[in-house]
């Protein structure tokens, strides 16, 4: 099989996570970049799971060492990557890579790979639904909660540079309609 990427990007809060979920659940073909961050692990995550979670001086460390294929400082102190390890263990493992990545980096990544990637960025049906969805969820502090809003338009005026833009304001249809598009990206 030839190398893919499937990268699906949002803004915190937008339901990016459940869909990503979805599809693997869906398609045997496609297996998911664990990514390296900085952020304190939250009290359902595995380590070597959801993500590898690294002390900031070893992040830095990787920097240097060129092991990542794109990072990004999501929030401030809070650093996010992917490490060229992680993509070489999918691909050898003949699987299309699914990234839940940020904006920044989905954008950096759809550029490294022009040929062999299909973005999805999955837009929330406004900024007071994100906001709703966000408080809900009750892990952001009112500081983390700010900081995701704010990212969040910055992240939603990018949202015409990818190849898909799914909106979720039912999580169903949304999930139905992202699989449509991956059985033909797949094909
Ligand atoms: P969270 O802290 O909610 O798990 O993730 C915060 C943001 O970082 C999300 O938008 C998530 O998609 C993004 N993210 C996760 N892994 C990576 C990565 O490897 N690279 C980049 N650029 N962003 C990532």
Same mark, same amino acid.
């Given at each position: 099989?030839?190398?893919?990427?499937?990268?699906?990007?949002?803004?915190?809060?937008?339901?990016?996570?459940?869909?990503?979920?979805?599809?693997?659940?869906?398609? $045997? /073909?496609? &297996? !998911?970049?664990?990514?390296?961050?900085?952020? @304190?692990? *939250?009290?359902?995550? +595995?380590?070597?799971?959801?993500?590898?979670?690294?002390?900031?001086?070893?992040?830095?460390?990787?920097? $240097? /060492?060129? &092991? !990542?294929?794109?990072?990004?400082?999501?929030? @401030?102190? *809070?650093?996010?990557? +992917?490490?060229?390890?992680?993509?070489?263990?999918?691909?050898?493992?003949?699987?299309?890579?699914?990234?839940?990545?940020?904006?920044?980096?989905?954008?950096?990544?759809?550029?490294?790979?022009?040929?062999?990637?299909?973005?999805?960025?999955?837009?929330?049906?406004?900024?007071?639904?994100?906001?709703?969805?966000?408080?809900?969820?009750?892990?952001?502090?009112?500081?983390?909660?700010?900081?995701?809003?704010?990212?969040?338009?910055?992240?939603?005026?990018?949202?015409?540079?990818?190849?898909?833009?799914?909106?979720?304001?039912?999580?169903?249809?949304?999930?139905?309609?992202?699989?449509?598009?991956?059985?033909?990206?797949?094909?």
């Amino acid at each position: 099989m030839s190398r893919q990427l499937l990268i699906i990007t949002a803004p915190s809060g937008a339901g990016k996570t459940t869909i990503v979920r979805y599809l693997l659940g869906h398609f $045997r /073909q496609l &297996a !998911f970049s664990i990514s390296a961050t900085t952020r @304190p692990k *939250r009290d359902h995550e +595995t380590d070597g799971v959801d993500y590898y979670f690294l002390d900031h001086d070893t992040f830095q460390e990787k920097i $240097r /060492q060129h &092991a !990542f294929a794109e990072y990004e400082e999501v929030y @401030p102190g *809070r650093w996010y990557g +992917t490490l060229r390890t992680e993509m070489d263990r999918l691909w050898n493992d003949d699987k299309c890579i699914v990234f839940d990545i940020d904006v920044l980096g989905a954008l950096n990544l759809q550029s490294q790979y022009p040929e062999e990637s299909l973005s999805m960025f999955i837009a929330p049906p406004s900024l007071e639904v994100l906001e709703n969805r966000l408080r809900s969820r009750g892990t952001e502090t009112p500081e983390s909660l700010t900081a995701r809003l704010q990212r969040a338009a910055m992240e939603l005026e990018r949202c015409n540079s990818f190849d898909q833009v799914i909106i979720n304001d039912d999580l169903e249809t949304a999930c139905q309609k992202a699989a449509r598009i991956v059985t033909a990206f797949l094909s």
